[in-house]
């Protein structure tokens, strides 16, 4: 009974401790202007929807990584003065600027995307997705190979008849780089020859920025070369496991 509960209160402080930790890292500290203000008591009660924005921000990809407004918005984030802090915030995210804006910290996303279709239209008349309408905006998410398909749904369907087939193959596509995904966890973790690793993991970064350019034949072409070279690897470092 004693060892009981003296476990029980150990893994009580553990748990203490481990949700201090996680309290820490979901809710950074933030000394900039922007953020004190959007998230202030007050802000809540008078702008209660963009408030939420900034909720949504905080447990996305960006917050987690702790960018700063200014990254995005641009803007000045040592004042307390709104007209001055807000000079310029929504021109960078206007839908015909997010490319630039994304892509000064995702290059080769952003350079693969400029070469589609897509970015000409979004260019010329907003007709097609900018990166925030596939990835959200503040809130911020990677694409799983299950929401895809009714990312794409919105635009490629009977209905509009643009190219209706494409939800399809982008679901396909994506579930074949999940498997890739799983296969080089595996790879990376169990496999001696580290030359080939390294190779293989490029050829997976190239293959899912390139994903940007949506020339999904030759995209889903190189897919399942990967898949392939993929599978021959993880049969080559189970058998380096069993050596061990
Ligand atoms: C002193 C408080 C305060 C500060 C500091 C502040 N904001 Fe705001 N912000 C507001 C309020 C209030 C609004 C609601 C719209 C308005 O009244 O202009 C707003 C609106 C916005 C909007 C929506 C604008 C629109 O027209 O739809 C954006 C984007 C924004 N802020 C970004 C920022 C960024 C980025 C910073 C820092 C560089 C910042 N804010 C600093 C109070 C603030
Ligand atoms: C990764 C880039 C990025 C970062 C970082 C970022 N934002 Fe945004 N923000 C956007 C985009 C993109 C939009 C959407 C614009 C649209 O819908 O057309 C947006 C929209 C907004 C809006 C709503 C504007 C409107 O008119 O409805 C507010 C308010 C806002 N951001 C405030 C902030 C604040 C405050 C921070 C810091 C806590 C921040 N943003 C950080 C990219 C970012
Ligand atoms: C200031 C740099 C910066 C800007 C600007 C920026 N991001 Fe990011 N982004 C990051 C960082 C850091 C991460 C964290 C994961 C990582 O290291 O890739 C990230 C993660 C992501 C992820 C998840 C990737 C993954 O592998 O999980 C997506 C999707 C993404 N960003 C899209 C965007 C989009 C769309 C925009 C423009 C609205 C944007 N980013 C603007 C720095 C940035
Ligand atoms: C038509 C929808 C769509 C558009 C537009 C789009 N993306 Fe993506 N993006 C995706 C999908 C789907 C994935 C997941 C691919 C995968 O599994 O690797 C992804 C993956 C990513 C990733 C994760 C890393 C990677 O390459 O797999 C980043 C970062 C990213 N996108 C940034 C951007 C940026 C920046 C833009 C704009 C220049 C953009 N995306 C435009 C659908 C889109
Ligand atoms: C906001 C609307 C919208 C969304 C969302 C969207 N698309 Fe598109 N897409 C378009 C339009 C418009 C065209 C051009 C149709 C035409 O040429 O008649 C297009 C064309 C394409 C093409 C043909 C490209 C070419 O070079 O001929 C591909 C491939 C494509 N989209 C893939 C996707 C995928 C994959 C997704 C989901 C991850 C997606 N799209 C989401 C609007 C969209």
Not at 52 to 75: K, P, R, W
Not at 214 to 237: I, S
Request: glycine residues 6%.
């Amino acid at each position: 009974m004693v060892g009981a509960t003296k476990g029980s209160i150990m893994s009580y402080t553990r748990l203490l401790l481990v949700s201090l930790f996680v309290t820490l890292v979901a809710t950074p500290v933030r000394a900039d202007k922007c953020h004190q203000c959007h998230k202030s008591r007050e802000f809540k009660v008078t702008h209660k929807k963009l408030y939420d924005y900034n909720v949504n921000f905080e447990v996305s990809v960006h917050g987690i990584a702790e960018l700063e407004c200014t990254d995005c918005h641009g803007g000045d984030d040592n004042t307390d003065n709104l007209e001055i802090a807000h000079k310029g915030v929504l021109a960078p995210v206007r839908y015909d600027k997010i490319p630039e804006t994304c892509g000064k910290c995702h290059e080769d996303q952003h350079d693969a995307f400029v070469t589609s279709h897509h970015y000409q239209l979004l260019e010329k008349d907003g007709s097609a997705p900018s990166c925030v309408t596939c990835h959200g905006s503040m809130d911020m998410d990677f694409i799983f190979a299950t929401k895809v398909k009714s990312t794409c749904l919105f635009c490629h369907n009977h209905e509009s008849g643009i190219f209706p087939q494409i939800p399809g193959q982008a679901e396909f596509i994506l579930s074949k780089l999940n498997i890739i995904k799983g296969y080089k966890g595996y790879v990376e973790t169990h496999a001696d020859d580290k030359d080939m690793v390294r190779d293989l993991g490029d050829a997976y970064n190239k293959l899912t920025s390139r994903w940007h350019s949506f020339d999904l034949d030759g995209v889903e072409a190189e897919t399942r070369t990967l898949l392939g070279e993929y599978r021959k690897a993880k049969a080559q470092a189970m058998k380096d496991r069993k050596k061990k």
